[in-house]
């Protein structure tokens, strides 16, 4: 019953953009937040922009002037706009939900973002 979809991957050209998606499912949870991770072979995961149930935004310093992380409260969607894309942004992009009443975050699978130069 609960799920995750991520979509939005792809293989783009530095300078490009992509726009990644979320969608949780209704009863996934009582959510306090949504974001984005990412993790490339051999680095550790980590965080790109999170965005919480009030609006308030955070976003990795290698980020910050160029992604956007929005929602649609609506669609229990949450969306990344990624411009001027560089080969150092290539990784598998993993959205988190992060509920109020549970432990543990739900982890989508991923979505493969890979920028050539």
């Known amino acids: 019953q609960v799920q995750l979809v991520e979509s939005g991957g792809g293989l783009v050209q530095a300078g490009g953009s992509l726009r990644l998606s979320c969608a949780a499912s209704r009863n996934i949870c009582s959510i306090n937040a949504m974001g984005w991770y990412r993790q490339a072979p051999g680095k550790q995961r980590e965080l790109v922009a999170t965005i919480t149930n009030s609006g308030s935004t955070n976003y990795a310093d290698s980020v910050k002037d160029r992604f956007t992380i929005s929602r649609d409260n609506a669609k229990n969607t949450v969306n990344l706009e990624m411009n001027s894309l560089k080969p150092e942004d290539t990784a598998v992009y993993l959205c988190?939900?992060?509920?109020?009443?549970?432990?543990?975050?739900?982890w989508g699978q991923g979505t493969q973002v890979t920028v050539s130069s």
């Open positions: 988190k939900v992060d509920c109020r009443y549970r432990l543990s975050p739900y």
